[in-house]
């Protein structure tokens, strides 16, 4: 099956970032098997190219639409080989497309469900992808390993809980002076707003929002970013389904 590459060179130009034969030929490796492996396990509602492109693709890549001094103090660190865990990453978004486009950082994709933990085992078997580790696990769960709790210079999630939850899901693995990102909506200052004592409780600072709109489309999109000022209390995050019950407000 060919597909059109033309459009999305487009966008990830506007994003600043360049594609090459190499990535190409990923994205579409990463496309193929996605929409094969969908066939018989639903990992997504969107399977048509050109909205898989906008939708996971190109929004998976949305930190690179940060402002300039942002931007680059992100991708100066993925150069240089950050820690990055996606936490609930489900299809691989937006880790994948983030591995793929700045091969040097050190990948944790996790999920709850082992079907798709194998599913992004075999894209990375696929893709040839290598500094990545596929946890299956719970967040509430995984906080307590040593080996990942405070450990991540990034933790992303493109996750649709509210702030409040995610936040403490995501920040007991970031290390102080690191940042959890969150991709969200342009609807996100009642979030900010709600969440920033839970925030602040687990040792949180939101650093920055930048709002802006995926290349070429009508589709409004936030990152957030919040920044580790000091260490997590242990008691969090507390137990499985409570976060998402009793956000820290």
């Known amino acids: 099956m060919s597909l059109d590459l033309s459009l999305f060179h ?7 970032l360049d594609g ?41 890549l949305g930190i690179a639409a940060l402002p300039q001094e942002k931007r680059d103090l992100v991708l100066s660190l993925f150069e240089k080989g950050a820690s990055v865990m996606d936490l609930g990453t ?9 591995k793929i486009m700045f091969p040097q950082i050190h990948l944790v994709l996790t999920d ?21 580790d596929y946890v299956h696990s719970r967040a509430e769960i995984l906080a307590k390993d ?19 939850t995610l936040s403490e899901y995501c920040l007991p693995f970031v290390k102080v002076g690191g940042y959890f990102i969150a991709y969200k909506t342009d ?12 925030i602040e409780l687990l040792g949180g600072e939101v650093e920055f929002v930048h709002h802006y709109v995926l290349p070429q489309t009508d589709l409004h999109r936030s990152i957030v970013m919040i920044r580790k000022v000091k260490a997590t209390p242990k008691r969090f995050p507390r137990k499985a389904g409570v976060p998402s019950k009793e956000p820290l407000t």
């Not at 489900?90 to 983030?98: D, T, V």
């Not at 798709?116 to 290598?130: P, Q, S, T, V, Y």
Request: with cysteine.
């Open 10 to 16: 487009v966008k990830l130009q506007q994003f600043g």
């Open 20 to 60: 090459s034969e190499g990535t190409d030929q990923k994205f579409m490796d990463y496309y193929h098997h996605l929409v094969a492996i969908n066939e018989v396990m639903n990992l997504t509602a969107i399977t048509e190219w050109p909205e898989v492109v906008d939708k996971h693709f190109v929004d998976s």
């Open 90 to 98: 489900g299809a691989g978004f937006p880790g994948i497309p983030l």
């Open 112 to 132: 709850s469900l082992m079907k798709r933990i194998n599913f992004l085992k075999e894209c990375g078997e696929i893709l040839h992808l290598d500094h990545v």
């Open 146 to 164: 040593k080996k990942y709790r405070e450990q991540q210079d990034f933790v992303v999630s493109r996750a649709v809980a509210n702030l409040a």
């Open 187 to 198: 609807t996100v200052e009642e979030e900010i707003e709600k969440a920033s004592h839970g």
